[in-house]
């Protein structure tokens, strides 16, 4: 941070910078490092910045200064924003540099987030994580990608406490495959039979001999992780598992319910459940064979996934949250990105709690295809 900060100020003329982290609900920014005086007024154009995706000047008239927020996002995922000061008449010359070096930093931060605990602290500063949520944090994917023709984000809540909840995803080829996981139990129970199941589903993605089976096959890759949960357990314990697998290129959509959280279609500004043909959960008994279906998307197409802690959400004398206010939230967020979406709809849940702490994991994912644009 200090060598960025260093770099700004000798070669664009900086004044100063300050760069901010999303926290693990990505509904907060905090400073990283000590947090500079006066840094509290940049908060407000920070947080638009970070929501809007986009850059967001601030300047004053009859003051020389002027003050640059840019998003600082990986291939996807929004991991914080960069604030430069920097003299208002050297702001056309310098912007294209300051928002290409805010595009390599959110690279290098990611990069960092492995070798020190640094980055982690500042972004923990609003809770501490239980060991359960520690694990399912550090076992995380990016939490977004952005691509021509698609574009996907997930989110867990309650961020600091979450257990068996989980999703991962991959990218091979053309084929973008995304899995949504709920491991039985509560706590580090629940986090460990997570871990293994998201890893052997890994395993089993990267095990499937080339020229066999192509990366889009999800059968095959259900029956390794399922044997692999089973000769752990002995079916005392299993995953419920959503396994998709988008062609990038083509729309063309392969899917198994395993035991699935809810998926729901946005086609042409309506919303309808899909509904799958239920296969048992990963792990349940030995084995167990599993069938893909599958669907073409249409352009413009948006898939929500979501967790039992979303659309069974309860509260006392109140219908849940999915017979009616998650269609209202989904709704609700049609002009929005993905990453913003899912955060538009935990707002609509946490809204429902009333501010109270969730009882169960929440688990959403959002993700829109188009076709590619011709070269």
Known sequence: ?????????????????TVWLADYRTTTLSPSGAEPEGVGDQLGPATRAFASQTPVLETREGQAMARLHLPVTAWGERV???????????????RPQLEEIAETFAVALAAAYRRTDR???????????????????????????????VR?????????????DHFDWSVNGDWLTVTALNGMGTGLDAALLTTLA??????????????????GDLADQAVLAADAIFSQYGGARHVATLLLSLNTATGQLRMIDAGSPRMLLVRGGQ????????????????????????????PGDRLFVVSDGVHAAVRPNEPTFGERELSRAIRSTRLQPPAEAISSVMRGLRDYHAGAELADDALIICLDWSPRANP
């Open 152 to 164: 996907f984000a997930g989110q867990l809540e309650p961020a600091y406490a979450v257990c068996g």
């Open 119 to 149: 980055y982690h602290l500042d972004r923990r500063r609003t809770g501490r994580l239980t060991m359960a949520a520690e694990m399912q944090w550090d076992l995380l994917p990016a939490r977004g990608y952005d691509h021509p023709g």
């Open 1 to 17: 941070m200090e060598t960025l900060d260093a770099y700004l100020s000798a070669i664009h003329g900086t004044k100063s910078s």
């Open 198 to 215: 998201v890893n052997a589903m890994r395993n089993a993605r990267r095990s499937i001999p080339a020229g066999q089976s192509s990366p």
């Open 80 to 94: 914080g924003v960069l604030s430069v000061g920097l003299e208002a008449e050297r702001l056309p010359s310098e």
């Open 271 to 298: 919303l309808r459940d899909m509904v799958l043909d239920p296969q048992l959960p990963l792990g349940m008994f030995g084995d167990t064979r599993y069938v893909e279906e599958a669907t073409q998307l249409q």
